[in-house]
Nanobody, 124 residues
Framework: VQLQASGGGLVQTGGSLRLSCVVS????????MGWFRQAPGKEREFVAV??????????SYADFVKGRFTMSRDNAKNTVYLQMNSLKPEDTAVYYC????????????????WGQGTLVTVSS
């Protein structure tokens, strides 16, 4: 299974971006998909995760994105999205989509599938 993230860019404070992650390969439905981010000089951190795979469930978010970011999916396109609204300079980071076999995991150590990352820069 491979992950291809895209959609990053430069946006002003308060703006929006939508990240996409295309999931390809064999048996993508065995993974629960999530988003992480890594800001310059900081560790990679959890952003959002589906607590379901491809059949239904709910979504869990990090506190710092609740109410601003929304994770969704298009099963027909095998694509997961991260809609980011009301962006702040502290949201500047490389965003990664990732896959885990553990439903709803927020622990980076439980993710064994990673995309290449897409850079989001929020200017003040």
């Amino acid at each position: 299974v491979q992950l291809q993230a895209s959609g990053g860019g430069l946006v002003q404070t308060g703006g929006s971006l939508r990240l996409s992650c295309v999931v390809s390969g064999r048996s993508p439905s065995t993974y629960y998909m999530g988003w992480f981010r890594q800001a310059p000089g900081k560790e990679r951190e959890f952003v959002a995760v589906f607590t379901w795979s491809w059949s239904g469930g709910s979504t869990s978010y990090a506190d710092f994105v609740k109410g601003r970011f929304t994770m969704s999916r298009d099963n027909a396109k095998n694509t997961v999205y991260l809609q980011m609204n009301s962006l702040k300079p502290e949201d500047t980071a490389v965003y990664y989509c990732a896959g885990t076999r553990r439903a709803g995991s927020t622990s980076i150590n439980e993710y064994d599938l990673w995309g290449q990352g897409t850079l989001v820069t929020v200017s003040s």
